[in-house]
């Protein structure tokens, strides 16, 4: 869900365990909302990321992997491709099947990280343990790690049910031929009868009044995303190959998904709400996303 802070682009979050945890919901009352925007989990270090998920994970959301693209690569000095593609970040969930009142699957966790190559296999890292786990990184290295991490703890859960994760990622877009500050929002979404999980994500630029702007329609992620990261350079915010703001790097589109999802004129305004969500606003955000998902047809066969 992004890339590393050097490059100008990372998607999401530090977050506290207990809030991206499902509790099962009383008989009683609808699924329990909560509205509040907190951090994400971290994943814990030393885990290795392949193309599918992890052992004590079930979905690989998205795996990204950042580099500038073939055609800039002549714009930039050698330094900056590197730190460029050095780190990949990506995002995992936890569904877990319950017996309780309510849904019968839940997503019980949703946690994020940013991590490196090491000895051929890609392992999440942190600032505290990149040395011990083999990454022996250098100043630069590390600066960009480091840097990543704090990019990381800006973005955040801004709603959550039983079987729906909001997430909100800071980051830079490249839109109509510039570079703009944007939230990359992503949207997980389990079905509480099978268990399927379908990601979401569309970009919001800066709000006006309790909206933000979208820009373009959302994208219908596939299962166990590896998304090849295309960065864009803005040249003229280079000088003698250095950037001068993180604006100067960005993402060149966001992930490709299986489909291009154009939501309609009232769910588009309802998903580009600035948090707080209400309680009633994340529940009918819940439901039309899913209708919406219904209606471009029966993602079943994918997972």
């Known amino acids: 869900m992004g890339v590393p802070v050097a490059a100008g682009v990372v998607v999401a979050v530090l977050v506290a365990n207990w809030l991206c945890r499902s509790r099962p919901p ?7 909302i909560d509205v509040v925007s907190r951090p994400v989990p971290r994943i814990r270090p030393g885990t290795v990321i392949g193309d599918r998920a992890p052992e004590g994970w079930t979905h690989l959301v ?10 800039q690569l002549a714009e930039v000095p050698s330094t900056m491709a590197h730190v460029a593609s050095l780190l990949f970040t990506v995002v995992l969930a936890r569904v877990q099947q319950v017996d309780a009142d309510g849904p019968r699957f839940q997503l019980a ?13 890609d392992v999440v890292l942190s600032s505290a343990t990149q040395k011990a786990l083999g990454a022996d990184f250098g100043f630069v290295d590390r600066a960009v790690l480091s840097g990543s991490e704090a990019q ?26 510039e570079h703009h500050a944007v939230v990359v929002r ?3 979404l389990v079905d509480g009868a099978t268990g399927r999980l379908d990601t979401l994500v569309w970009a919001l630029r800066q709000p006006r009044d309790r909206h933000a702007v979208p820009l373009g329609p959302a994208e219908w992620l596939a299962p166990n995303m590896v998304e090849d990261c295309i960065l864009h350079v803005d040249a003229d915010r280079f000088i003698l190959g250095i950037p ?9 589109r966001l992930p490709k998904g299986t489909r291009t999802v154009e939501p309609p004129e ?3 305004r309802l998903a580009a709400t600035v948090p707080p969500f209400t309680v009633e606003g994340a529940r009918r955000l819940e439901r039309q996303l899913r209708g919406l998902l219904s ?5 079943g066969a994918r997972y």
């Open 26 to 32: 009383s008989s009683a009352r609808p699924p329990r």
């Open 62 to 71: 998205v795996k990204s992997k950042p580099r500038i693209g073939d055609d």
């Open 109 to 121: 966790e949703v946690a994020v990280g940013v991590g490196a190559t090491v000895d051929g296999q």
């Open 152 to 177: 990381q703890e800006r973005g955040r859960c801004v709603a959550r049910s039983p079987t729906m994760a909001l997430l909100d990622a800071p980051t830079f877009l490249l839109h109509d031929g």
């Open 186 to 188: 992503y949207a997980v």
């Open 244 to 252: 001068l703001t993180k604006k100067a790097v960005a993402m060149s």
């Open 266 to 268: 009232g769910l588009q």
């Open 295 to 299: 209606r471009y047809g029966d993602a």
